[in-house]
């Protein structure tokens, strides 16, 4: 008897080290539950209030994705955006129709994509979306989106693209959604002129009586060319319909943008638009010469952009704001590694809900447990990375590091007094910067507080500088 019973404790000791993070993987090669993602998707259950954590091990899907609507609280997690590649070649030449040309349809409310690169690779042959987002509240982060024409259907709804990269020519960025692309790269292909083409925007707000369109939102972007595109050859968008709305926020522009910024398309679609910008760059950090601005398209103001294009704000819909920074805000990655006796064992990370256990482009396991067993588990614990995972499948950096420089800074100073209630407070009016754990800029501005909790939840790092240039810094967590 006692045989059998330190059996079974063993098999459960198992069990628990490698418990099941996600509820399904993905493995092109056959490892895993699935070979698709379509597969994948289709074993949700209708309709299911619970997070799906789907994972995806890198290799190349060829394949026309659909997440339906019945697919809600959907998470679809890549191995490595560079190497999890989605891509199909479906366009109006093969007898399709332009909106049906979806690499992905994302029809799922709450649907949360991470480390993927979506493509539609029929290449200069008219429209040929790599995505078509028609849910609610989804967020995108780390993703690249790659076409040439219509790139980046945004249908309807509201959705959240964080740290992605989009790839096009003409109009590749277009629809009537309230979408916000921050801190993404916006990269420009030779053979287009046209970046963003919103359509009339469905969300609208009523400020003091007049309209406030929410529509598409650029913030803390690269707008960037390939080096075939020539000079002064974009414009930043131009309104596909009447009620159009797309603004850029602290973005940096390349040479490729035109001096007059914005297009007209047809009629007078242009005189109902907002076709507006704040505080724009060069690549060189000057601003932008706006002298030459489409006099229809407008410059805004601080307190506009504070109270109007913050994420709270414009994200809100009937009365209620959406947070997606839950959805994708990482945690911090595992340390205090160890490696002894074919075991692997860390520090736990605060609410994460498992690892991921990787050497090399290899994932070994997944784990509930801090700890790790496998036969094979030789050389030292800095031959292994391990990333926490978040209740929405988020993952962690796999070394622990923070590239805003806070780590040089004093973590308190005399600048920052209190934080509270998800208010960090200051001294004196300072100039502060608001960052994620893996250096991503969510906000910034300058004020003698800042706070965080009506718009961001989980852990960031605050910087803060004076005029006389003394420096502070603070990590701090809202949950």
């Known amino acids: 008897m006692k045989k ?5 404790l063993m ?14 993987v993905v493995d092109k090669n056959g490892s895993a539950d699935f070979t698709s993602i379509q597969e994948a998707i289709n074993a949700v259950s209708s309709n299911n ?7 995806v091990k890198n290799g190349t899907y060829y394949e026309k994705v659909q997440v339906s609507t019945d697919k809600i609280n959907v998470s679809l997690i890549g191995q490595d955006a560079e190497k999890v590649r989605l891509t199909y070649d479906d366009n109006p030449q093969k007898g399709t129709s332009p909106a049906d040309t979806y690499t992905m349809l994302a029809g799922g409310n709450g649907l949360y994509v991470e480390n993927m690169t979506i493509e539609n690779s029929s290449g200069d042959v008219g429209q040929a979306i790599a995505i078509r987002t028609t849910g609610d509240t989804m967020a995108f982060k780390n993703c690249h989106f790659i076409g040439f024409q219509d790139t980046y259907y945004a249908h309807k709804n509201r959705q959240y693209n964080l740290n992605c990269t989009v790839k096009g020519a003409t109009d590749f960025i277009y629809g009537d959604a309230t979408a916000v692309f921050d801190s993404c790269t916006i990269n420009c292909v030779k053979g287009g ?5 919103p359509a009339d925007t469905k969300l609208i707000s ?9 529509g598409l939102l650029f913030r803390y972007c690269n707008v960037t060319a390939d080096d075939d595109v020539p000079v002064s050859s974009y414009y930043l968008g131009r309104p596909w319909q009447p009620d159009a709305s797309s603004v850029y926020i602290s973005c940096v522009l390349g040479r490729h943008i035109k001096a007059e910024g914005w297009s007209t398309w047809s009629g007078d679609n242009h005189l109902s638009a907002v076709f507006a910008e704040y505080q724009n760059k060069n690549e060189d950090g000057s601003l932008t010469d706006i002298s ?19 994420l709270s704000y414009f994200l809100r819909k009937n009365g209620k704001t959406w947070d997606p920074l839950r959805m994708t805000l990482e945690q911090e990655s595992p340390n205090g590694v160890s490696l002894g006796n074919n075991t692997l064992s860390w520090n736990a990370v605060d609410n994460a809900i498992g690892y991921v256990v990787f050497k090399n482009d290899s994932v070994l396991g997944f784990t509930s447990t801090t700890m790790f067993q496998a036969t094979n588990l030789t050389g030292n614990s800095t031959d292994y990375q391990i990333k926490s995972v978040t209740k929405y499948g988020a993952l962690s950096l796999s070394t622990y590091s923070i590239p805003t420089g806070v780590n040089g800074l004093p973590k308190n100073t005399k600048l920052i007094q209190t934080y509270k209630n998800g208010i960090v407070n200051f001294s004196q009016v300072v100039n502060y910067q608001v960052f994620t754990l893996s250096g991503v800029l969510v906000d910034s501005g300058k004020s003698d507080n800042v706070n965080i909790q009506t718009e961001h939840s989980g852990m960031y790092i605050v910087q803060v500088k004076n005029n006389r240039g003394e420096t502070a810094a603070i990590k701090i967590m809202n949950q």
């Open 49 to 55: 209030n619970e997070r799906t954590l789907i994972f």
């Open 292 to 310: 030459q601005r489409a006099e229809w398209s407008s410059q805004l103001d601080s307190a506009t952009v504070a109270s109007r294009y913050k």
């Open 11 to 24: 098999l459960f000791a198992c069990f628990t080290i490698h418990a099941q993070v996600f509820n399904y």
């Open 4 to 8: 059998y019973l330190f059996i079974g």
């Open 193 to 197: 002129s046209y970046i963003s083409a």
């Open 206 to 214: 009523w400020i003091y009586g007049k309209k406030f369109l929410h």
